[in-house]
């Protein structure tokens, strides 16, 4: 219900624009978030967005040179990214994330690669 795509192999200093598209669930409630995971490394939080689009956070890695947007009528969430560094290489992941005062509903991509090396 996640599909994540736009990754592959870019130059150091080069960009990438990474894609989820959602589906089966009503994509406006949920907020956003971007998770890499490099080989050997634990998954990591790189960028939120809330349900509305009005509130975002970067991690500091990432902080000026990672832009987290969403639009609602296409039930989307981007990740441009530029700048980018050798140390930026990693699975990405969409999640969308739900909390309610009974349940947390959470869902999550099958991941998308990217690759920064010359």
């Known amino acids: 219900q996640l599909v994540e795509s736009g990754g592959g192999l870019v130059q150091p200093g080069g960009s990438l624009r990474l894609s989820c598209v959602a589906s089966?669930?009503?994509?406006?409630?949920?907020?956003m978030s971007w998770y890499r995971q490099a080989p050997g490394k634990e998954r990591e939080l790189v960028a939120s967005?809330?349900?509305?689009?009005?509130?975002?956070n970067y991690a500091d890695s990432v902080k000026g040179r990672f832009t987290i947007s969403r639009d609602n009528a296409e039930n989307t969430v981007y990740l441009q990214m530029n700048s980018l560094k050798p140390e930026d290489t990693a699975v990405y992941f969409c999640?969308?994330?739900?909390?309610?005062?009974?349940?947390?509903?959470?869902?999550w991509g099958q991941g998308t690669q990217v690759t920064v090396s010359s």
């Open positions: 967005i809330t349900n509305t689009g009005g509130t975002t």
């Open positions: 089966g669930f009503t994509f406006s409630a949920y907020a």
């Open positions: 999640r969308g994330r739900r909390i309610t005062s009974v349940q947390v509903y959470t869902y």
